[in-house]
């Protein structure tokens, strides 16, 4: 995996805010929209290359913080927003220790459902079964749960949601 240059400063200058004791312990992983560093808080912090990205995120922690969702969701872990930074579009949330959890909210769609055709959302329950396979109805009542708070969340995948008995 390339980390993003731009993206890695922009993680160094956040945790510099957070004070001289806090580090950037190391590298979680990433993607082409966003890149995730582990710091010396036991915390992770995720870059985004886009606004919406980091918006998306930063909205679907906040909406569920008002709800008093703070630790779990149908009995899924949910990471707890901690900090941000708007200008670096930085999100510092919770590190996820045990499965099941969903993390990833970058791909979200708030307070408006998607505009799917019959085929399209076929298509992707077909792909959720593939992915997820007994797993998938949790991942469905999960989103249905999301849902219920008007998060739309549309990239239901391994390593966004995550179960025992698919750890590595």
């Known amino acids: 995996m390339i980390i993003d ?22 590298y979680l992983g990433g993607g082409t929209d966003e890149d995730v560093w582990k710091t010396s808080k036991n915390t992770a912090i995720k870059v985004f290359k886009y606004d919406f990205g980091f918006w998306n995120e930063h909205d679907s922690y ?17 990471p707890s927003m901690l900090g941000h930074n708007e200008d670096l579009l930085v ?10 959890y969903i993390i990833d ?3 979200v769609k708030i307070d408006r459902p998607p505009d799917f055709s019959d085929e399209v959302l076929e298509q992707y329950d077909r792909d959720g079964q593939e992915r997820f396979e007994h797993n998938w109805p949790a991942v469905k009542s999960l989103m249905a749960a999301l849902e219920s708070f008007l998060i739309f969340y549309l990239d239901p995948k391994p390593g966004n949601i995550a179960f025992p008995d698919m750890m590595p």
């Open 5 to 26: 240059p731009e993206r890695e400063e922009r993680a160094t200058r956040y945790v510099s805010l957070c004070g001289n004791d806090v580090k950037i312990k190391g």
């Open 62 to 78: 906040a909406r569920l913080a008002s709800f008093g969702v703070t630790e779990t969701l149908d009995g899924f872990w949910i």
């Open 91 to 100: 999100v510092e949330m919770d590190l996820m220790q045990r499965a099941p």
């Open 105 to 107: 909210f970058a791909k």
